[in-house]
């Protein structure tokens, strides 16, 4: 009888641990030009392991599901990043999904010509900490203090409802809604040309489904890099795919990515490389902003938190 209990223990482990193996990836990202890659990746199936991308509607709510394990991925800013190493939740950055150099924005009224007209005036902002970086950066930069201007609260879904709704004068925000935005009639006041190289958009995941999914994970980053040599082979059709997804046309599309850059394979690997990666050089100097800033609270150890392991080869 002792025999038949073990056996059945044993059957019972032995399926406890291949569900474990086989269990899917899910990643959450936001709307958001540089992560369409994932998306466009899952149009042309690229993927080979069971791979589930989630769209939430704000950053916010990205970081609550994965910091509740509901997501064994995530695209994030890198100081969010910074922001879940603060708070003690294991994790690495396995791939850099885009660099900003002006997509992220901020939209004022048309009455609003500079940053300078910004004082004493609404501003609209994800409560992220990405949101919260680019308007304290952007503060920084022009000399404005935070107690010059009123903050709403607003995320990003319902950013260009809030500036129609006439609730604030300005809005933190980025694509789609910088180019909904601009229809309607606001000015660009301030983009991440003037911070370059500060937002960083990455893929990061859980060390503990690292540990045990590594065929999950290098599929995931190789599917990526099929969908850009798709996007620079087939540039008509990824970004008609792409404008289906964020309800505007393929040459709105086309110009969000200007303010972008994808880096290739090769690019991912020199900044995610060597005994002190580019990009934890990077990580460091905004973790220290961050602190100035008052975004994060302590000092932050990065050390390992960057790993080129999950690239593929080629």
Not at 95 to 108: K, P, R, Y
Not at 172 to 199: C, D, H, M, Q, S
Not at 222 to 232: E, G, N, T
Request: aromatic share 8%; with cysteine; charged share 20%.
């Amino acid at each position: 009888m002792k025999i038949v209990q073990k056996l059945v223990c044993l059957t019972l482990l032995f399926a406890f641990n291949a569900s474990l193996q086989a269990r899917e990836l899910r990643i959450g990202t936001t709307l958001w030009p540089g992560y369409e890659p994932l998306y466009l990746a899952e149009h042309i199936d690229a993927f080979q392991q069971n791979t589930h991308i989630i769209n939430y509607p704000s950053t916010s709510e990205v970081l609550r599901a994965f910091k509740n394990k509901a997501l064994e991925a995530a695209a994030l800013t890198l100081d969010e990043v910074a922001s879940l190493v603060e708070q003690e939740i294991p994790v690495s950055v396995i791939l850099v999904c885009d660099i900003s150099d002006g997509a992220d924005v901020i939209m004022a009224h048309p009455s609003i010509g500079n940053m300078q007209d910004l004082k004493g005036k609404r501003v609209a902002v994800e409560s992220t900490a990405v949101g919260a970086y680019v308007l304290s950066r952007a503060l920084e930069v022009h000399n404005i203090g935070f107690t010059d201007i009123t903050l709403v609260n607003a995320e990003n879904s319902d950013h260009f409802t809030t500036y129609k709704n006439n609730e604030a004068d300005a809005v933190v925000t980025y694509e789609p809604v910088r180019t909904r935005l601009l229809r309607a009639g606001a000015n660009e006041i301030f983009n991440t040309k003037e911070i370059p190289g500060e937002v960083v958009d990455v893929l990061v995941v859980h060390n503990d489904y690292l540990k045990s999914h590594k065929e999950s994970i290098l599929d995931m980053t190789s599917a990526w890099f099929k969908a850009l040599d798709f996007m620079q082979d087939n540039p008509k059709a990824a970004y008609s795919y792409i404008a289906s997804r964020h309800k505007i046309t393929s040459q709105e599309v086309e110009a969000s990515f200007d303010g972008l850059k994808l880096p290739s394979l090769k690019e991912n690997k020199q900044l995610l490389s060597g005994q002190y990666p580019p990009l934890q050089t990077t990580l460091d100097k905004l973790a220290i902003l961050m602190k100035e800033g008052g975004i994060l609270i302590s000092n932050i150890e990065t050390n390992g938190v960057i790993t080129p392991e999950f690239l593929p080869e080629k």
